[in-house]
């Protein structure tokens, strides 16, 4: 009976406890950070995703205005082009054959100058590759 000492039985069991915990804290701590980790990056997903289409849709508005405008713009210079044209044409208005190539030909360049600005600076190339780098750093 002396081989029987019940503090050893159960200090080994406290020790088999602890050694269960210790080796299931780490683990959990880690799986801990990791989610948060996953977390703090969907929300940095979320928020770089949020801000870009927020700022594409307020663009989009933008160029629908501007959009609106030129157009309006334009179609108002070529009624005037046209009623120029035709007061010409009938001889209500009388220029000289020099002005008429200038008033025309300035017209036409203006109204070919707009068009381009319009295509070149409403509608430019998507640059979604700095989005894309976010996207790799998150």
């Known amino acids: 009976m002396a081989d029987f000492n019940p ?5 080994d069991q406290t020790q088999s406890v602890i050694a269960g915990v210790s080796d299931s804290i780490p683990k959990s701590i880690d799986d801990i950070i990791k989610v948060q980790e996953a977390t ?5 997903l979320h928020s770089l995703l949020y801000s870009w289409s927020t700022q594409q849709t307020q663009e989009r508005r933008l ?3 501007y959009a609106i405008c030129f157009a309006s713009f334009l179609g108002l210079q070529l009624i005037a ?10 001889k209500t208005i009388v220029i000289s054959e020099p002005q008429f190539n200038i008033f025309f030909g300035s ?3 203006e109204i070919t100058a707009l068009v381009l600005i319009i295509t070149r600076y409403l509608f430019p190339k998507h640059n979604e590759t700095k989005v894309l780098e976010m996207l790799k750093d998150i």
Do not use: P
């Open 7 to 11: 503090i050893e039985i159960f200090s």
């Open 40 to 44: 703090d990056k969907s929300h940095k």
């Open 63 to 65: 160029r629908k205005l």
């Open 81 to 90: 082009l046209n009623f120029a044209f035709f007061s010409i044409g009938s």
């Open 107 to 109: 017209m036409f360049g």
